[in-house]
């Protein structure tokens, strides 16, 4: 079965100085890992994914996350925080096969707000 | 369209009430997923279509719960005798190809079903 972790359920952090967004996976194989962000009565929309080479995958918006494969992590991060980037941010896991791969599994959410 | 359309947007029920709820995928998508999110929890998977065939329910929470997409377009998750825990926003999300290889979802912005 796979599952995502989000640590934090809020993280406050100053505008202009960097956020990290925490994430932590269980999968029985390799992952696809996505970062998605949930505005106020708004649907979930697409960050980033990492798929398979560059650990390192930048996204929209000045976002980017590195897989960690020893650590099973994929954390968000942004160098420089500003206010409109207060959202709920959802990262998710699914298998490369097997059963669960239509399936994406998200974490419980992580509020961020940023502070002017 | 330009994105995946849910509707209605807001959806109050008795309790016993069937509901059918509505989603209309970007154009051209082939795969169809619905997702369940509780309050402060991410969405959790419900079911998936590829095109018309509808290739897993294993997340449907009981047999009240049903879904099509007859056409291979628009989908229809319906819930019958309504009960209080279905109160939640069911998110309908599309990808472009058949699922796997890490494709996109794009998410609608939901149907939030409240239960009395």
């Known amino acids: 079965a796979q599952s995502v972790a989000q640590p934090e359920d809020q993280v406050n952090v100053a505008e202009g100085n960097p956020l990290t967004v925490k994430c932590t996976y269980s999968v029985s194989g390799n992952p696809y890992l996505f970062w998605y962000v949930q505005y106020p009565n708004r649907g979930l929309q697409f960050l980033l994914k990492y798929i398979t080479g560059d650990n390192l995958v930048k996204g929209s918006y000045g976002f980017e996350a590195e897989f960690n494969k020893s650590q099973t992590s994929f954390h968000l991060k942004k160098p420089s925080a500003l206010v409109s980037d207060s959202a709920l941010y959802f990262c998710?896991?699914?298998?490369?096969?097997?059963?669960?791969?239509?399936?994406?599994?998200f974490g419980k959410g992580t509020k961020l707000s940023v502070i002017p | 369209g330009a994105g995946v359309s849910q509707s209605p947007r807001y959806k109050v029920a008795k309790r016993g009430q069937d509901v059918a709820l509505r989603c209309d995928p970007i154009s051209g998508h082939v795969s169809l997923f619905w997702y369940q999110q509780a309050l402060g929890q991410g969405p959790e998977f419900l079911t998936y279509?590829?095109?018309?065939?509808?290739?897993?329910k294993s997340g449907l929470p009981s047999d009240r719960f049903f879904a099509e997409r007859p056409e291979g377009s628009v989908s229809t998750l319906k819930i019958q005798r309504t009960q209080q825990e279905d109160s939640a926003v069911y998110l309908c999300a599309s990808s472009l190809e058949a699922a796997g290889l890490g494709n996109i979802q794009y998410f609608g912005a939901g149907t939030r079903l409240s239960v009395l």
């Open positions: 998710a896991v699914r298998e490369i096969s097997g059963a669960g791969s239509y399936q994406l599994t």
């Open positions: 279509f590829q095109n018309e065939a509808q290739l897993d």
